[in-house]
């Protein structure tokens, strides 16, 4: 009889280690998962602001300037509350809304001419939060970067093409080469 009550709680023994495996596995799917849904929630409506602007740089200019001449595909700025909000993006300029983290990406198409190209992205007109370029003349080049920034609200962004040289170029053509992207990922 205890030859088989031993057999019998040693099996039921495996069985329960099993089923414990089995919810450890399950558990870590399951915070998994959660960890998943955390951020496809990201945006909440009427809880979270929104932010999202597309523009394109139709100007042909050389030297060193401030992107001003934009056409604006889509600038829209949706309150914590759900309700539409002043467009955050006119003239060159994007002025964060509400604070939070921003993806902000800008990219340029380089004329084949002068010596190089320099374009950074500014906070507040002189602080520099990223920049790209390109050295190579002999031929059209298009570039850019995309960056992930905390802005405080009202925090201005703007693109500057810094090479000082007359022929240092971004040139525009028929397609949106240079391109001005912002969205919210993150509210404070």
Partial sequence: KQWYQRRVHGALKKEAQAMADELTKLTAEIEAAEKLAEVSNRHIFNTDAL????????????????????????????????????????????????????????????????????????????????????AVTY????????IDEFLSANTAITVRQQSGGGSDC???????????????????
């Fill in 139 to 146: 031929d059209w080049r298009t570039t850019g970067i995309c």
């Fill in 51 to 134: 932010v999202v602007v597309d523009a394109h740089y139709t100007g042909n200019q050389c030297g060193p300037f401030t992107l001003t001449s934009y056409t604006t595909n889509i600038n829209v700025y949706q309150t914590a509350a759900g309700a539409a909000g002043t467009a955050p993006f006119s003239g060159g300029t994007f002025t964060a809304p509400v604070a939070g983290w921003y993806h902000i990406c800008s990219f340029s198409r380089f004329r084949n001419s002068g010596n190089s190209n320099d374009v950074t992205i500014l906070s507040g007109g002189s602080t520099v939060l990223g920049g790209y370029g390109n």
């Fill in 170 to 188: 971004l040139q525009s053509t028929g397609w949106p080469y240079n391109k001005f992207t912002v969205h919210t990922i993150a509210n404070s």
